[in-house]
């Protein structure tokens, strides 16, 4: 499958975007999709995931309560509404997907097999 990410750009502090990831290829609903984020001079890290099949949420305490992802298979797309954004936010923004991925391992990104190329999001303070 290969992904491709969009949606990012520059956003006040506050403020709010929507990131997407569409997949090509078959058999979509059954990826475990997950958000990870890379801040300058850091290493990348999990934002949020949603699970094949029961469509379940999954969220580091970070954005928890800030960010919702969710996933439409019939367009082969999972978004990432983002609230209330913070400078800390600032961070290249990358989508992946794993076929059946264990619930244990959804936040560890050595699982993931396919990425997308990254989206910069931006937040001025």
């Known amino acids: 499958v290969q992904l491709q990410a969009s949606g990012g750009g520059l956003v006040q502090t506050g403020g709010s975007r929507r990131l997407s990831c569409i997949a090509s290829g078959r058999a979509f609903n059954s990826y475990t999709v997950a958000w990870f984020r890379q801040a300058p001079g850091k290493d990348r890290e999990f934002a949020a995931a949603?699970?094949?099949?029961?469509?379940?949420?999954y969220y580091s305490d970070s954005v928890k309560g800030r960010f919702t992802i969710s996933r439409d298979n019939a367009k082969n797309t999972v978004y990432l509404q983002m609230d209330r954004l913070q400078p800390e936010d600032t961070a290249v923004y990358y989508c992946?997907?794993?076929?059946?991925?264990?619930?244990?391992?959804?936040?560890?990104?050595?699982?993931?097999?396919?990425w997308g190329q990254g989206t910069l999001v931006t937040v001025s303070s």
């Open positions: 949603v699970r094949y099949g029961t469509s379940a949420t």
């Open positions: 992946a997907a794993a076929s059946f991925l264990h619930d244990n391992y959804y936040s560890i990104e050595r699982y993931y097999n396919f």
